[in-house]
């Protein structure tokens, strides 16, 4: 009776993330059918884990010693929310519905992290693998029709604004956003299943899965952005190195720091190559909005008081505030001391995956890792952490069942025969 429901519980958070990370597929399911929303569906989804945590909580009971760290520095990080949010309130006069909603905005997984530990282990990787693999393909047909056919073809706008299509439209040019609400939040998702298409390739040999690897380039391709071009590829270099690895080094411990850093570079020669090589793909326009950006909502942060500072202004991205910087928009919104606490937390995040993943080698979880290690690189460019914490959901609750380089047995197996 427990397993089954364990079993429905980590069911329910799957299909909640599933719902984040493919978040225009409800949405635009509804809007199908009735042509607007009365309700915000991803919201009453993502609501849906707060109670599927808690009854993990009470059902499992016992919290494995490897996430005793992570759960430490997870509370730490809540009881500063907690303080934080008084200072916001008393100090800065923030309305609590404002602070709510701020605060879920950014850290409603993070919050949650805790309980969800006592969930790991709980769904099959066969099934949840699977499930990526088959809503991939609706996902890059529609794409393609998007991009070849240069139609949005979906809507993107709900006239309730429960759903919008964000930067759709890219000089002139259709951008692939396929059943998401934007072309990068579709390149996480097909980062994720190229990743898992190429740890297929190379512990199974099968030229079926280089071809899915192509056919991820390419609708990868198709979204026109550039910071999606960045995730794919640094998600692929990852899954080579760390499918190969064989044991945990300082190298693969600071992966997200070198492609932060790469990043750093990217982003101080692109305005150098955008004069050299004149394109609507290599503009500089969009790179010099953000460091105008970022210098403006810097100075805001630490041109006042040193305790704004410190504890931060309470403010977030929003449609006329885009900070596109994971980085400075946790330290403009909770300040200094909660941005510490907040990278020591991802962090963790980080190492916790990719010592398990080394440990306990399996296709999803090398995949998840692999595009867990970008988050700094993304990161620079896009207030996007939160698509990193939902990966890491997914690898917690991944049991594994897939065997790794069948095709190598196979192959011993005959060599055996023939010397016999």
């Known amino acids: 009776m427990k397993q089954k429901i364990l079993s429905l519980l980590s069911n329910l958070l799957f299909i909640s993330c599933l719902s984040y990370f ?33 009854f993990g909580f009470v059902l499992m009971g016992k919290l494995k010693k490897k996430y005793i760290n992570t759960t430490i520095l ?22 609590i519905v404002d602070l709510f909603s701020d605060y879920n905005a950014y850290y409603f997984f993070l919050i949650l992290l805790p309980l969800i530990l006592f969930l790991n282990e709980s769904l099959s990787e066969k099934l949840i693998v699977r499930w990526f693999l088959v809503l991939f393909i609706p996902c890059v047909v529609i794409g393609f029709i998007q991009f070849f056919g240069q139609t949005p073809f979906l809507p993107t706008y709900e006239p309730n604004e429960y759903f919008q299509v964000y930067s759709w439209d890219y000089y002139g040019k259709v951008r692939a956003f396929s059943l998401f609400d934007s072309g990068i939040s579709f390149g996480h998702f097909i980062a994720i299943v190229s990743s898992i298409a190429l740890a297929f390739f190379l512990y199974r040999r099968k030229s079926k899965w280089l071809f899915l690897v192509c056919l991820c380039l390419l609708a990868g391709y198709i979204t026109l952005t550039r910071n999606a071009y960045l995730e794919i590829l640094v998600t692929l270099i990852s899954t080579f190195i760390i499918a190969k690895a064989k044991k945990n080094t300082w190298l693969l411990k600071v992966l997200p720091f070198v492609y932060g850093l790469i990043g750093v ?9 955008s004069r050299v090589y004149r394109s ?17 909502v810097f100075k805001q942060w630490t041109g006042g008081s040193g305790v704004n500072t410190l504890f931060g202004l309470g403010v977030t991205q929003g449609v006329n505030n885009m900070i596109d910087n994971s980085f400075l928009a946790v330290a403009f919104h909770i300040g200094l001391i909660g941005f510490v606490l907040w990278f020591f937390l991802m962090n963790n995040m980080w190492l916790m995956i990719l010592n398990k993943c080394l440990n306990d080698k399996s296709v999803l979880n090398v995949a998840l890792t692999s595009f867990f290690a970008t988050w700094m690189l993304t990161g620079l460019f896009n207030t996007n952490f939160m698509v990193y914490i939902i990966a890491f959901y997914v690898f917690l609750i991944s049991k594994k069942n897939i065997k790794l380089e069948k095709s190598e047995k196979k192959r011993i197996f005959k060599m055996k025969r023939i010397v016999w």
């Open 265 to 273: 570079i990217i982003s101080l020669v692109a305005p150098v190559i």
């Open 22 to 54: 493919i978040n225009g597929l409800f949405p635009q399911f509804f809007l199908a059918l009735k042509g607007s929303l009365s309700f915000d569906v991803n919201m009453i989804l993502k609501m849906l884990i707060v109670p599927v945590a808690a």
């Open 74 to 95: 997870s509370l730490l990080f809540m009881f500063y929310l907690v303080l934080n949010s008084l200072f916001f309130y008393y100090a800065l006069q923030k309305n």
């Open 280 to 296: 609507d793909l290599f503009g500089s326009d969009s790179i010099f909005m953000r460091f105008d950006t970022w210098e403006r």
